[in-house]
């Protein structure tokens, strides 16, 4: 893993050195001192003397992420997903990281559009808007119209953002595979499957295909709902690069002049939105996951239209029973339940104070005893959920952790639109078709079917296992086989003890009885042992010291 990280900074050398010296500059590059390389080490010195101490921390690292450029930014708001990793303080200030970015030049935009389709842009469109409409940090939007006649437009991707990001991409897997390795104070962050993660993401924004899917499939699941509108989609006239979708004509959530002007009901409005993303996650597990104001348009009539579904999250079975488990214990007031399902959903330290957490989640539930589902602060509630979890270092799966900041997002969101609006007020008939749908026969047979599936699958397997190790023991070839990690070091520390004990008490045992060779009354072999014990000794704790079990500085 060392040789892997090294070999991608390496490679990307130039790029290393601005992105430590910006950390640097900001004070942020404490934790690279951890790293033992001096080619990093210097860098780390060449912007030491440029901090802005005047900032609050979370504010420094949003300004850092936007210094450093496009592949930060995304990342800055993959870990805004994450306030139970980062906490909900630099969680809250990376949500305000802007993609706003220079657009290409028209002929730029022009030379991508026609490469990607063999084609001119005329034969492609009657009408092309040469200045764009707005410009992200990944793709710029232009006006169009086809042929056919139908009002369009047309995102296409900055040339060249790919070979920008790559180069970032590998140069972040390295830093976090080092600090992963190296620095304690950043183990806890899981820095190399945040990447993992980050990556993953980011290469699918690359690819358009991904976003023109999320459109098709949130149309067909909404094709009945005259509320809710997605754009139309032109896969004709879409690639990797380029996707060409429907003009929506509208107000947009972050126009709010026009939107008082407009004399329209923003309370309906909100609520449509909220029913709307309410229906996405708990009737079909997949759901738009970015609920900004500027993705929601208030169309005539009413209608809730959405943009920009590059974003989406999905939930497993599993994960959705979870969280349907998680929200009837908060509204029980079980804490004992809602523990025991934070820690089955997420991942805990080993010493993870059991009991104190039982006793902070009772408090937590006891804030919301006696209210109803409708009267529940649903966003305050889980901001303070995800509290508790930060507080005992509990990490959430990913698709769960991007819910509830998606349901956080939201009700911000719908009370822009009106500040007394109650995401719990919509979200109680989910509530109560949750519950029904928990106690249902079918839900009952279908679980029955599952567990009988289980057991047939055991009782097919099991007697050839065992028959399999009876064998084994007849012929004498049954194994056990122990897999240890990082066993090698102690055990050599235990055996180099016992042989400086074992010198040492032979050493005066030869010192005592004055054994020959002797020299000035002193045995030379007891006096010579003395010396290999205290050498030995001295090997012990030094190894002892540099293990990493010593408590590291405060």
Same mark, same amino acid.
């Given at each position: #893993?060392?040789?892997?990280?090294?070999?991608r900074?390496?490679r990307?050398?130039?790029?290393?050195?601005?992105?430590?010296?910006?950390?640097?500059?900001?004070?942020?590059?404490?934790?690279v001192?951890?790293?033992n390389?001096?080619?990093?080490?210097?860098?780390?010195?060449?912007?030491?003397?440029?901090?802005?101490?005047?900032?609050?921390?979370?504010?420094?690292?949003r300004?850092?992420?936007?210094?450093?450029?496009?592949?930060?930014?995304?990342l800055?708001?993959?870990?805004?997903?994450?306030?139970?990793?980062?906490?909900?303080?630099?969680?809250?200030?990376?949500?305000?990281?802007?993609?706003?970015?220079?657009?290409?030049?028209?002929?730029?935009?022009?030379?991508?559009?026609?490469?990607?389709?063999?084609?001119?842009?005329?034969?492609?469109?009657?009408?092309?808007?040469?200045?764009?409409l707005?410009?992200?940090?990944?793709?710029?939007?232009?006006?169009?119209?086809?042929?056919?006649?139908?009002?369009? $437009?047309?995102?296409?991707?900055?040339?060249?953002?790919?070979?920008?990001?790559?180069?970032?991409?590998?140069?972040l897997?390295?830093l976090?595979?080092?600090?992963?390795?190296?620095?304690t104070?950043?183990?806890?962050y899981?820095?190399t499957?945040?990447?993992?993660?980050?990556?993953?993401?980011?290469?699918?924004?690359?690819?358009?295909?991904?976003?023109?899917?999320?459109?098709?499939e949130?149309?067909?699941?909404? *094709?009945?709902?005259?509320?809710?509108?997605?754009?139309?989609?032109?896969?004709?006239?879409?690639?990797?690069?380029?996707l060409t979708?429907?003009?929506?004509?509208?107000?947009l959530?972050?126009?709010?002049?026009?939107?008082?002007?407009?004399?329209?009901?923003?309370?309906?409005? *909100?609520?449509?939105?909220?029913?709307?993303?309410?229906?996405?996650i708990?009737?079909?597990?997949f759901?738009?996951?970015?609920?900004?104001?500027?993705?929601?348009?208030? #169309?005539?009539?009413?209608?809730?239209?959405v943009?920009?579904?590059?974003?989406v999250?999905?939930?497993?079975?599993?994960?959705?029973?979870?969280?349907?488990?998680?929200?009837?214990a908060?509204?029980?007031?079980?804490?004992?339940?809602?523990?025991?399902?934070?820690l089955?959903?997420g991942?805990?330290?080993?010493?993870?104070?059991r009991?104190q957490?039982?006793?902070?989640l009772?408090?937590?539930v006891?804030?919301y005893?006696?209210?109803?589902?409708?009267?529940?602060?649903l966003?305050?509630a889980?901001?303070?959920?995800?509290?508790?979890?930060?507080?005992?270092?509990?990490?959430?799966?990913?698709?769960?952790?991007?819910?509830?900041?998606?349901?956080v997002e939201l009700?911000?969101?719908?009370?822009q639109?009106?500040?007394?609006?109650?995401?719990?007020?919509?979200?109680?008939?989910?509530?109560t078709?949750?519950?029904?749908?928990?106690?249902?026969?079918?839900?009952?047979?279908?679980?029955?079917?599952?567990?009988?599936?289980?057991?047939?699958?055991?009782?097919?397997?099991?007697?050839?296992?065992?028959?399999?190790?009876?064998?084994?023991?007849?012929?004498?070839?049954?194994? $056990?086989?122990?897999?240890?990690?990082?066993?090698?070091?102690?055990?050599?520390?235990?055996?180099?003890?016992v $042989?400086?004990?074992?010198?040492?008490?032979?050493?005066?045992?030869?010192?005592?009885?004055k054994?020959?060779?002797?020299f000035?009354?002193v045995?030379?072999?007891?006096?010579?042992?003395?010396?290999?014990?205290?050498?030995?000794?001295?090997?012990?704790?030094?190894?002892?010291?540099?293990?990493?079990?010593?408590?590291?500085?405060?």
């Amino acid at each position: #893993m060392k040789f892997s990280a090294l070999t991608r900074l390496e490679r990307n050398v130039h790029r290393v050195g601005e992105i430590i010296g910006v950390l640097a500059k900001y004070g942020l590059a404490d934790w690279v001192k951890g790293l033992n390389y001096q080619w990093i080490q210097e860098r780390i010195k060449s912007s030491d003397g440029q901090r802005i101490p005047e900032l609050k921390l979370e504010e420094r690292v949003r300004l850092a992420f936007t210094e450093l450029g496009t592949t930060f930014i995304k990342l800055g708001q993959l870990l805004a997903t994450r306030p139970d990793l980062v906490g909900p303080e630099l969680a809250g200030e990376l949500a305000k990281l802007q993609t706003a970015a220079p657009a290409d030049e028209f002929s730029v935009v022009r030379a991508t559009i026609e490469a990607e389709f063999g084609r001119s842009l005329d034969e492609l469109f009657a009408e092309f808007a040469p200045q764009p409409l707005a410009s992200a940090s990944i793709a710029q939007v232009h006006l169009a119209r086809l042929h056919t006649g139908e009002e369009v $437009v047309v995102k296409v991707q900055h040339a060249g953002i790919s070979a920008r990001i790559l180069p970032d991409l590998d140069i972040l897997a390295g830093l976090a595979e080092l600090g992963e390795k190296h620095v304690t104070e950043i183990r806890l962050y899981q820095p190399t499957a945040v990447v993992r993660q980050f990556r993953r993401t980011l290469l699918r924004e690359l690819d358009f295909t991904f976003e023109r899917r999320n459109l098709e499939e949130f149309a067909h699941r909404f *094709a009945g709902d005259e509320t809710v509108h997605f754009p139309r989609t032109y896969p004709d006239f879409s690639t990797r690069l380029v996707l060409t979708m429907e003009r929506l004509d509208g107000i947009l959530g972050t126009e709010k002049a026009a939107l008082a002007a407009s004399e329209a009901d923003l309370n309906e409005f *909100a609520r449509r939105g909220a029913n709307m993303y309410l229906q996405m996650i708990f009737r079909d597990a997949f759901y738009h996951a970015d609920p900004h104001p500027g993705n929601l348009m208030l #169309m005539p009539g009413g209608v809730v239209g959405v943009l920009d579904c590059g974003m989406v999250g999905r939930l497993d079975e599993e994960l959705a029973e979870g969280i349907d488990d998680m929200l009837m214990a908060v509204v029980s007031h079980n804490s004992a339940d809602l523990g025991e399902i934070l820690l089955r959903l997420g991942t805990a330290p080993p010493a993870t104070a059991r009991d104190q957490l039982r006793a902070d989640l009772t408090d937590f539930v006891s804030d919301y005893v006696g209210q109803s589902i409708q009267d529940l602060d649903l966003s305050g509630a889980l901001s303070s959920l995800l509290e508790i979890v930060r507080r005992y270092n509990i990490t959430l799966p990913p698709p769960f952790s991007l819910l509830l900041r998606t349901l956080v997002e939201l009700e911000g969101t719908a009370r822009q639109l009106n500040p007394e609006f109650s995401l719990a007020e919509v979200f109680g008939p989910f509530y109560t078709s949750m519950v029904r749908r928990r106690l249902s026969l079918r839900r009952v047979v279908g679980r029955l079917q599952h567990a009988y599936r289980d057991w047939e699958r055991l009782a097919e397997t099991l007697p050839r296992d065992v028959g399999d190790v009876l064998k084994r023991l007849r012929e004498g070839t049954f194994r $056990v086989h122990l897999d240890h990690h990082h066993l090698d070091p102690v055990v050599n520390r235990l055996v180099l003890g016992v $042989v400086t004990a074992a010198l040492l008490v032979s050493s005066a045992l030869l010192w005592s009885m004055k054994a020959p060779p002797v020299f000035h009354g002193v045995s030379v072999f007891g006096a010579a042992g003395y010396v290999g014990a205290v050498y030995l000794g001295w090997r012990l704790l030094r190894a002892i010291k540099h293990s990493g079990n010593i408590t590291p500085k405060k």
